[in-house]
């Protein structure tokens, strides 16, 4: 019976850790929908609530009036769909390659995605700026695309090759007895298979161009050309005092894209699970 029992226990005590876990996500989330819908009385007070008491859209209408909020998600939209396109396009014949010819290439490939994911920021951002200044990239979108790619792509390879690994090679080695030739293979059949994968990767690239914001406030300087993080921050005033209402109104629309996009990987990450799960 102790049997049982101990497997019981650990389960509860993994659904416990999983619920603080959640806990923990949600509930700064929940405090910036309560404060973005706070009149500024409320937003002052010395006994704050988690629900509004007299609940308003003020601070939104407060928010698009003192910055420039469409503008701003326009250029963050069109910088993180280009890079995760791009990450994407060259990332998937990497990772085939990678993934149907193991040895040297892919242990190089692996260490160069650990050794990319940890460095730090600050350390390339000075070479890299004086990069982009050499081509004249320095405030213009394209640069911080490209800044986006190279940074996304050692973890896009990554991504899609564990899913063409997923891949049976036996159904490729079929279409070719049939007399498919390469490029027919890959277009008929592995890559329906890895269209899953594909859109997981390119979404996870998109989300990651659409929140950051170290390159965009260093490569980017006039405000027609900043993102939607960086504009976030002009609700801080000189001195550090944050807007707070119409900072909190503005930073939960600039989420909202995150979140749908998360619903979305969930669904293609199974669909890539259950594809890679082909037997022959």
């Known amino acids: 019976m102790s049997g049982p029992r101990t497997r019981g226990a650990v389960r509860a005590g993994q659904y416990l850790a999983l619920l603080a876990y959640l806990a923990f996500l949600a509930l700064p989330f929940l405090w910036l929908i309560s404060t973005a819908f706070k009149p500024a009385p409320e937003l002052g007070s010395l006994h704050p609530t988690w629900i509004p008491e007299d609940p308003t859209v003020a601070n939104f209408r407060q928010a698009f009036a003192e910055q420039p909020l469409l503008r701003a998600a326009a250029n963050s939209l069109a910088a993180a769909l280009a890079a995760a396109v791009t990450a994407v396009v060259v990332a998937t014949p990497m990772a085939y390659v990678t993934a149907r010819r193991r040895g040297r290439l892919s242990a190089a490939t692996t260490g160069w995605v650990v050794v990319s994911q940890a460095f730090p ?38 991504m899609l090759t564990g899913y063409v690994r997923a891949l049976p090679a036996e159904l490729e080695e079929a279409a070719a007895v049939d007399g498919a030739g390469r490029l027919r293979t890959l277009l008929s059949v592995t890559a329906p298979l890895l269209a899953p994968g594909i859109v997981a990767t390119a979404l996870f690239a998109f989300i990651t161009a659409w929140n950051e914001f170290f390159f965009a406030l260093v490569l980017l300087k006039t405000p027609e050309k900043q993102t939607l993080p960086v504009v976030l921050t002009h609700f801080l005033g000189a001195e550090g005092v944050a807007d707070l209402g119409p900072l909190a109104a503005a930073a939960f629309l600039a989420t909202l894209p995150s979140l749908v996009v998360f619903a979305l990987i969930q669904r293609r990450i199974t669909g890539g699970m259950l594809s890679g799960a082909v037997k022959s």
């Open 121 to 158: 920021f600050v350390l390339v951002i000075i070479p890299l700026f004086l990069v982009l200044k050499n081509l004249q990239l320095i405030n213009t979108l394209t640069g911080l695309v490209l800044v986006y790619v190279v940074w996304s792509l050692p973890f896009a390879l990554w």
